[in-house]
């Protein structure tokens, strides 16, 4: 297949080649003055042929730039850009109280510092949520989000803007801390915190971030707990020979977290900047590696089967959308920039949902009810008599866990709320994986699908691939202050 890559030397936009060899998935580009370089794409030609089966073309929530450059250079988001924001990023500072071996973004390294204003802050989310519909969900980054100061107040203000989803990804240094801190996070309306957990020995956090940091993480998730947060996702950056004997490890230690912890969402390494090519190969992991990892390390109790692409659940958002009359946001990113499944834990075992519910169908199903719906006000009625009647039969309750309420997908669908997903959620371990991208395995065709979106204080919303390949070095620098100034005011100030 024909598409267009970025060279990871000038990052100008060239041809790619995204083609099958030997049962995978690899893309080989050139440039005309770098040279040839190739990369894995995908390391399961049938996986990535199921998974492509999803893909859908959606619409962006708002148009803010021109096509003039050409993308990725015009976001955003631009006229061609097809997905509307799920969750947006706001990096909070670049500056971090951890300091990662592979880190060259954070304050330290990149000599100035990036924090937006209050007022810029507020403006940035108000763009968002002026998105048709209006972005749900809101992502607190950095650099370490949680010191900035004013971070509980920020947390206050998006909850106030009316996000339903407010989270914070984080190293949890912080939350380890204090217990105090989590609560006043808690009360201030957070409602997730996304920890960095590479690992449930400490080897693989000395590799990645120079420190023995399991105690550390394991105090943050105690103190979340303590303080009154209800949801804790875990987040492994993972890197072949590094922490991927782990993954199923990680699960198990989910699973016997799951008062506190509600997934798992692994991110393979990507590279940025120059990096050293044997130690690309070396490292580099794909979804796929993750799945066939996962499979082989619970046992087969996880297979492969059990994921699908996150464009997988458009239906839903048109089902809800039929039945409100209003306008639901697409999970329309590329079928191949993630995967995910729900398992259940029941006597020490897992059990995916895929195992007693024919999600296939079920989506199938939910699909022509949602035409149905559209169609009049009989068709409406009509079609959610067959959700409650017909519904049923994708679920096998001979199989299923017993902590698995029978109605509960029919409740989600019939009510389309909050609280019955919330319910699904507290029953069900998420597990998934995303892998942003890098300029050697960078695809356009998936970054001008994506709708994981940074918000920036001159009013653009900027693909997150697209960000940290190209933009990210010109946003921060128009908006920043010299590392000295900050640091001597601080100084002073103390
Ligand atoms: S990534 Fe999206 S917003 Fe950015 S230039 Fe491409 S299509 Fe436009
Ligand atoms: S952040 Fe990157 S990997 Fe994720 S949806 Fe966007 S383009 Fe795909």
């Not at 993750?290 to 659940?313: C, M, N, W």
């Not at 009989?378 to 009647?389: H, V």
Request: charged share 25%.
């Amino acid at each position: 297949m024909k598409t267009k890559s970025l060279c990871p030397e000038c990052l100008n936009v060239i041809d790619a080649e995204v083609y099958e060899s030997d049962g995978k998935i690899l893309m080989k580009k050139s440039c005309d003055k770098h040279g040839e370089f190739d990369d894995i794409y995908w390391s399961d030609a049938s996986l990535y042929y199921k998974f492509a089966r999803w893909m859908y073309t959606g619409n962006a929530g708002i148009r803010i730039t021109n096509t003039e450059k050409g993308c990725p250079y015009d976001c955003g988001l631009c006229p061609v850009h097809k997905s509307s924001t799920m969750l947006a990023i706001i990096d909070l500072t670049n500056r971090c109280n951890q300091h990662c071996p592979t880190c060259f973004a954070n304050a330290a390294a990149s000599g100035y510092v990036y924090e937006p204003t209050m007022e810029q802050l507020q403006e940035m989310m108000k763009l968002l949520r002026s998105e048709v519909p209006p972005c749900p969900a809101v992502q607190f980054a950095g650099g370490e989000p949680t010191i900035r100061e004013g971070f509980i107040e920020i947390v206050r203000m998006a909850r106030g803007m009316g996000f339903s989803h407010v989270q914070v990804a984080t190293n949890g240094i912080a939350l380890a801390k204090s217990e105090q801190f989590c609560r006043d996070m808690a009360e201030a309306g957070l409602h997730t915190v996304y920890l960095q957990f590479d690992g449930v020995t400490d080897e693989p956090y000395r590799v990645l971030r120079g420190i023995p940091a399991l105690k550390t993480k394991l105090r943050a998730i105690e103190n979340c707990r303590k303080g009154g947060l209800k949801s804790v996702v875990l987040v492994p950056t993972l890197v072949k020979g590094v922490n991927d004997h782990q993954v199923g490890d990680m699960v198990r230690f989910a699973a016997r977290n799951l008062d506190i912890i509600r997934g798992v969402n692994a991110q393979p390494i990507s590279f940025e900047g120059r990096v050293d090519e044997s130690e690309r190969r070396s490292g580099r992991i794909t979804i796929p590696d993750y799945i066939k990892a996962l499979e082989e390390q619970t046992d087969g109790e996880i297979p492969r089967e059990s994921f699908y692409p996150v464009p997988f659940v458009v239906a839903i958002s048109h089902f809800v959308e039929a039945w409100k009359g209003m306008p639901q946001l697409e999970f329309s990113v590329h079928p191949h920039c993630g995967a995910a499944t729900y398992v259940f834990v029941e006597n020490g075992k897992f059990i995916p949902i895929t195992e007693f519910v024919d999600v296939e169908g079920l989506m199938e199903f939910i699909e022509e009810q949602a035409e149905e719906m559209s169609k009049s006000r009989i068709g409406k009625l009509r079609a959610m008599m067959r959700i409650m009647t017909q519904g049923k039969k994708f679920i096998d309750h001979e199989k299923a866990p017993s902590v698995f309420d029978k109605f509960t997908l029919t409740n989600i669908l019939d009510k389309g709320n909050r609280d019955s997903l919330a319910e699904f959620h507290r029953k069900a371990l998420f597990i998934g994986a995303m892998h942003f991208q890098d300029p050697y395995n960078f695809d356009l065709e998936r970054v001008q699908r994506c709708g994981i979106h940074y918000v920036t204080p001159d009013g653009r919303i900027i693909p997150f691939c697209s960000y940290n390949a190209i933009h990210r070095p010109s946003v921060e620098k128009a908006f920043a202050t010299p590392l000295h100034v900050r640091v001597h005011s601080r100084a002073t100030d103390e």
